[in-house]
């Protein structure tokens, strides 16, 4: 538990400290984590990162997290889905130089994670830099944080409805419940401080947003974890597990919510 609590305020304030300056180290910190974070699905599935495939991975993975103007500058006309066209027809002459050892299924899940971790860590880049991205981005992780300890809190003290046991047994209804209540509370007490410059309606909209899509993020990721049979996603972080483990509710959350045109 000490281990844990050490490590965790140490990340913590590195990745804030880094968050605030932004810039150049921000930009190069989070292209980092999802480095870190493609290697991570790649070992559950058991391809090394230098292998072909995990090189195409990673290239994938490097096209879609880098900032815009830098695709234009290094990358010229080669960006949009043209990157994600040559890794899934490179991905496919793979399997047919290994006579499918190399399978269309484990094709799939080359170009899916890099997809994920790629445009996942992108939109965090992308909240950062926005006009009044600071306090946009940490209003985001706030609630996120607070769903996560409002579930957490109250699935411990009054859960008793499994909410998917199959997946991750632990996890209750009256959990879910309370998390997305939470990040509602979170979200109403950063509009009343002026934290954020949006109005109360996109505020509870957002919130309720970040309560769910948070947690399924969370559940997706412990549906592959369980289907590959791993704890964490790795052990970068001792005591919290990966990259992955720790992010995995802002890749579902920051992307939606550029989707849905709400940042």
Request: include cysteine; proline fraction near 4%; charged fraction near 10%.
């Amino acid at each position: 538990m000490k281990e844990r609590i050490i490590t965790g305020v140490i990340a913590a304030l590195l990745f804030i400290g880094v968050t605030v300056y932004g810039h150049l180290p921000f930009t190069l910190v989070i292209i980092a984590l999802a480095v870190i974070g493609i290697h991570e699905l790649l070992k559950m599935k058991h391809i090394p990162l230098l292998s072909a495939e995990g090189i195409i991975a990673l290239l994938l993975t490097l096209a879609t997290v880098i900032p815009q103007d830098w695709k234009e500058q290094y990358l010229g006309s080669f960006t949009g889905s043209q990157p994600i066209v040559l890794a899934m027809l490179l991905i496919l002459v793979i399997t047919v130089i290994t006579k499918n050892r190399f399978t269309f299924d484990d094709a799939g899940f080359v170009i899916l994670s890099s997809l994920y971790v790629g445009y996942g860590f992108h939109y965090i880049y992308e909240t950062r830099v926005l006009e009044h991205g600071l306090p946009i981005l940490f209003f985001v992780l706030f609630m996120i944080w607070g769903a996560d300890s409002g579930a957490y809190f109250t699935g411990k003290s009054i859960g008793k409805t499994k909410l998917w046991p199959v997946i991750s047994p632990n996890k209750t209804i009256e959990g879910a419940i309370g998390g997305i209540v939470t990040s509602i509370v979170v979200g109403v007490i950063c509009y009343f401080t002026d934290f954020v410059p949006f109005t109360l309606n996109q505020v509870l909209f957002m919130a309720l947003i970040v309560g769910i899509f948070g947690q399924i993020g969370d559940l997706a990721q412990s549906a592959f974890k369980r289907h590959y049979g791993v704890k964490d996603s790795g052990n970068l972080l001792p005591g919290h597990g990966g990259i992955l483990d720790r992010t995995d509710s802002w890749l579902f959350v920051l992307p939606l919510l550029h989707i849905l045109s709400l940042l």
